[in-house]
């Protein structure tokens, strides 16, 4: 379930350089220090990606200086500069599920992912992420998503598709000027008085990429109400006020109510080995269901609805 960590430099992206395949370069600035190369600066700064591949980048042509010329494999160490390079994965799993495209326009495409497909390139994912089968599909390398979702969880995900406006849609997220609401399934309590606005305060976990709730300030608010339940499942509406990593996933574990098939709340399973596909029949029952704004480009009022369900509830 946990991915590997993605260096903090490689998460930069030279925005003027082109796709291949539909994958941008990502940046890494070179520090001060005395390296024989930068091939020996590249190989000691990502230690899980050997000499030999990055020799084969190299020759391929790409890695690249900031004004997109590919580097030679004896280029000398440069610091305060910055270079990129085109991530490259060997056979990736096919993940077997199509994301649906329900709206787009000169800003925005609003699309609609199914489980298990990652939003952005990370760890063991490339091609088979959401944005980059977008950028093929639509042929926009500006693209960029605005928020992102799990990996686990289906449903909407907004992109910027102009980067003069990108900013202003991007504000409605940091100023929480958007209305998100999901719906979960997971386990009935008939001692829990809903609907109920919950807080809890959120922190780091112990494992990567994990999230726990400790004592203290809240700093996450989730409005729960029941959407329907047959005794022992239930379907519920979930509507974040905040937007702490795992937030719903976190809150409704601490609850007694674990969203049913997560992997990660409240017990951490093992992630599948690579090369091995994860069980498609136990989606994490979690989906990014609407997303209502004030477009703040046009001014007109946004709705967006994932046509996607989870499963149904069946007579206890």
């Known amino acids: 379930m946990t991915r590997a960590p993605v260096p903090k430099a490689a998460l930069s992206t030279a925005k003027s350089l082109p796709t291949k395949n539909g994958v941008g370069p990502s940046c890494v600035p ?10 020996d600066f590249l190989v000691e700064r990502f230690k899980a990606i050997p000499r030999s591949e990055w020799l084969i980048r190299l020759h391929a042509g790409d890695v690249l200086d900031a004004q997109g010329r ?10 305060h500069s910055k270079v990129y390079y085109y991530r490259s994965l060997g056979a990736e799993l096919p993940i077997p599920f199509e994301a649906t495209v329900l709206y787009q326009d000169a800003h925005l495409v609003v699309a609609d992912k199914p489980h298990f497909l990652p939003v952005i390139p990370a760890g063991r994912y490339l091609q088979e992420t959401l944005l980059v089968r ?18 686990d969880t289906a449903g909407l995900v907004l992109f910027s598709a102009d980067v003069a406006t990108r900013g202003a849609y991007a504000a409605l997220f940091r100023e929480r000027r958007i209305v998100k609401h999901y719906e979960a399934v997971a386990p009935w309590r008939a001692d829990l008085a809903l609907p109920v606005d919950f807080e809890s305060r959120i922190v780091e976990g112990d494992t990567f990429m994990t999230m726990r709730e400790v004592p203290g300030e809240p700093n996450a608010q989730t409005h729960i109400a029941l959407i329907e339940h047959n005794g022992l499942l239930a379907r519920y509406s979930l509507s ?16 007694g109510m674990p969203i049913l098939n997560d992997g990660m709340y409240p017990h951490l399973t093992p992630e599948c080995p690579p090369g091995t596909a994860p069980d498609y029949s136990r989606p994490l029952q979690l989906l990014a269901k609407a997303l209502a ?3 703040p480009v046009t001014g007109e009022a946004r709705a967006f609805e994932s046509r996607l369900s989870l499963q149904a509830l069946t007579a206890a």
């Open 30 to 39: 070179l520090p001060a220090g005395t390296w024989p190369s930068l091939l």
């Open 70 to 79: 590919a580097l030679p494999v004896d280029q000398s160490y440069l610091p």
């Open 134 to 151: 977008l950028k093929r599909q639509l042929g926009c390398d500006s693209l960029t998503p605005l928020h992102r979702i799990d990996r």
């Open 240 to 255: 974040p006020h905040t937007g702490r990593h795992h937030q719903l996933r976190v809150q409704m574990a601490g609850l």
């Open 293 to 295: 704004f004030t477009d």
